[in-house]
Every structure is written in C-alpha cells, then in structure tokens.
C-alpha cells in the first residue's frame, strides 16, 4: 500500500469545475488576474491504510464578487463531487469555509478541507 500524491488528485478535479481558471500548487512569477492555488498543508496516516489529508485553496480574481463566487463553486465541488470524482477519497469535511483574505492588488479567498483518502495498492 502507498499513500497518493494528493496534489496531483486534486489540480486536475479543482481545473475540471473551475471554468478554465488556471489552477496549480504555487503561484507563478506572474500570477494571472483569476488563479487558484491548492495545496496540501498537513494532515496524518489515520492506520496503513486511510490519511487524513487537509488541502488549502487560495483562490485571486479581480473582485471580490468574482473572488467569493468561484471559492463557493471549488467549496461545492469538495463538498459534494469528490467522492465521486477521485476513488481514492473517502469522506470530506470543511475545517475552514471561504473567507475574504485580501491582498495588496487583489481579492483573495481561502478555505481549507480534509480529505479522508485510501493508500493505493501497488
């Protein structure tokens, strides 16, 4: 059994419902006006076979309504489609909501979930 790179599970399921948003785990040089980054921040091995995984998504866009509206879509999709969309994901639980986190040219929001994932089989 091995644990999975989550971050690998979880770019491609936050790009596929972020509407052409570019998503990734560190922010380029440039960052474009609209981005999301997600990444994992901690977590632990529940047994040899599930971990508890916490995820952070930062999400700019230009205004804070665009901001908060796609940080809700990304929330939905953690909520109620990651189940289904990565096998490996057992459960998923909000450790924190979207919330406003401003910065110096943007509008920024972060919310942080746990992911309860299944080692793969090798």
């Known amino acids: 059994m091995r644990f999975a790179d989550i971050e690998a599970l979880i770019v491609p399921f936050i790009k596929a419902r972020a509407g052409g948003v570019t998503v990734a785990t560190k922010v380029p040089s440039t960052r474009p006006a609209t981005f999301v980054r997600a990444w994992v921040n901690g977590g632990a091995a529940v ?7 916490q995820v952070t998504v930062d999400v700019w ?3 804070q309504p665009a901001a908060s509206q796609l940080a809700g879509t990304i929330r939905s999709a953690f909520l109620h489609d990651a189940q289904a969309a ?5 459960g998923v639980s909000e450790v924190t ?6 910065d110096e040219t943007s509008e ?3 919310a942080t979930y746990s992911l309860r994932v299944r080692a793969t089989r090798t």
């Open 47 to 53: 047994n040899r076979v599930l971990e508890d995984v």
């Open 61 to 63: 866009a230009p205004s």
């Open 86 to 90: 990565m096998p490996l994901v057992r």
């Open 97 to 102: 909501r979207p919330y406003s986190q401003p």
């Open 108 to 110: 920024r929001y972060r």
